[in-house]
């Protein structure tokens, strides 16, 4: 079986922002997508895993665009897996046009956890070589790997939020995608007006669960690069919380 | 050509809620989708009208489903034009499964209306004789059609929401799912664990732009049947803004 998956799909009106650009978070659902469908067809998809008790949980994802699309354009997302370590596998991504336009690139870092326990597995113990069978570090992905995010300030704080049922996805946590969304409303219409967002790093630490509230600190060195770290906490505090995710945004 | 257009899909893992049912935003979206397919091959599509600055607003929307698909299955939904008459078309859809199964049903009111005055166009007199070849009232749509909706008290304000980015689609205005996202986040996971959501009925009636306040005013008659009045004000206020949405949600 090849290497390489591909899926490709069209912009429609009803997934882009007031710009007529793609929103991000469909993007990011059509990668999660696209990895899953890549997986399954090899026999280690989601539902190969939710069968025996285990669930695939996203630890990184960076997306880095140079050219957002827009509607009625399609888009194709190839993706395959760069490597296999013990406990975490990466997958990269590229998304591209028609005609030979590269939109942009992915890179993300999975794992195999115990649905239970919540403990990640040895990847080629639990899905078998086969697995490595499948990597393709040949390819390439020429987009910069995760940043290294410090930690902020309690007085960063910009926003609250309170978990809803809508953010919970079918692994009882609050989906990695609704972060990236609760993320992007931190900036102002205006702020998108004047700027296009070209890269996003989303580090996944700790999961947070329904009721409980997160926090949002964010940090800016320049005017175009943003730090963030949302935190997590069972009441409404001022209070810093435990960090359940890291993230980086870059305007331009 | 035929009057039905069918579009396909499948439930993916990151379209459902935390009971791995298919997410009413998600199904929401399709149906507008559809709707857009159908359209746009016959020449009334979004691009159609925003080409020449006009676009389709949706005034009403109401679906049930008997049965909600749940994660890998496939649903179906064919769409057709039910009638039109001057400044509005009734558009049906049934949600169907594999093998016969029905999911639900749905009904939907359109009107074009001008990009810049925001007034509705006569549709007949806009698209052409065309657009009545395609009605096919003779097709089945055995849901009942919408509730008239009581203005509710200032004293039934549940929640406030402050527009943000991800909100406003391509028309620049608050997206009609969006709206249905924040009515759902009303509820508890506790009431989605013991309840199923059999019904909802939306209708838009103005539109409410970024940086503006949504209150959600809810009255329940019996433990089943809950009626919103979303309004905008400019401000964080008390006092009843415009209704911009009515809506009925329904569960069983």
Chains 1, 2 share one sequence.
Not at 129 to 144: D, G, Q, S
Not at 204 to 229: H, I, P, R, T
Request: glycine fraction near 4%.
């Amino acid at each position: 079986m090849q290497k390489v998956e591909t899926t490709s799909h069209i912009v429609d009106p009803f997934h882009t922002d007031y710009k007529k650009q793609l929103s991000w978070e469909t993007l990011g659902v059509d990668l999660l997508n696209a990895a899953e469908n890549h997986a399954s067809k090899r026999g280690f998809g989601m539902k190969d895993v939710n069968d025996v008790n285990y669930t695939w949980v996203l630890a990184r994802l960076v997306v880095e665009l140079n050219l957002t699309p827009i509607v009625y354009q399609n888009y194709h997302i190839d993706t395959w897996v760069d490597k296999v370590y013990s406990l975490f596998t990466n997958r990269n991504y590229a998304i591209r046009g028609d005609d030979g336009v590269v939109f942009g690139y992915a890179r993300s870092i999975w794992s195999t956890i115990n649905y239970e326990t919540r403990k990640p597995v040895d990847l080629i113990e639990f899905h078998g070589e086969k697995f490595e069978e499948y990597c393709a570090p040949e390819l390439p992905c020429p987009i910069k790997p995760y940043s290294r995010i410090k930690p902020l300030a309690e007085a960063d704080m910009v926003k609250y939020h309170k978990v809803t049922y809508s953010d919970i996805d079918m692994n009882g946590h609050v989906n990695s995608m609704k972060y990236l969304l609760h993320l992007r409303d931190i900036f102002s219409l205006e702020q998108y007006r004047q700027q296009r967002l070209r890269r996003v790093e989303l580090q996944y630490q700790k999961e947070a669960y329904y009721g409980q509230w997160l926090q949002f600190f964010m940090n800016s060195d320049d005017k175009d690069v943003y730090d963030v770290e949302i935190c997590r906490t069972d009441n409404k505090t001022d209070e810093k919380g435990e960090v359940c995710v890291k993230a980086r945004l870059i305007f331009e």
